[in-house]
């Protein structure tokens, strides 16, 4: 039996193994959406029954822009769907979100060894680091108890916004996947 082996350069296999660890980082950075929820453990969430939406100082949210409605009416989906029912006045809670984007900066060093000709034949180290920026939105949405006014549960979505069409359009699936775990499990 006849076998060849073939055996990379240095080089090429850390550009390899570069090229392979840049993608997984890139794909960790895709279009997903981070959630997060936190919460009073002490509350009792079974006796939420209504809520009501919490007057917004005026200019709140223009980052929302064209947003706005959607989010509302994808939270009021969400509660509605979990027997919730909104109200004029008296409300069990208080609901009130909160959105914005900021330019978030990332950059990415890669270190590499070759040769080449410079002047001189040899080997050498040469090194990069590459700035890119994107546009990153968060929501937060706050449950706030009506009778205490104290803030019992609060869900965090961060993600980046390449195109704010599709993110409009992806917003009750956001809304939905950040309401999920309300109210808190076991409650």
Known sequence: ???QTTILPVS??????LSLALIVVLAGCGSSVRVQSD??????FSAYKTYQWMPQPTGANLEAGLAGPIIERSIESELNGKSMRQVESNPDIYVVYHAGVDEQITGAYVDRWGYGYRGYYGWGRSADVRVESYTEG???VDIIDAGQ???????VATGAVNNPQKTREEIPQIVADLLADFPPSGM
């Open 39 to 44: 919460y009073d453990d002490t509350v009792d």
């Open 149 to 155: 006014k104290d803030l019992v549960w609060r869900g």
């Open 138 to 140: 968060t929501l937060v």
């Open 1 to 3: 039996m006849n076998t």
């Open 12 to 17: 090429n296999v850390i550009r390899l193994i």
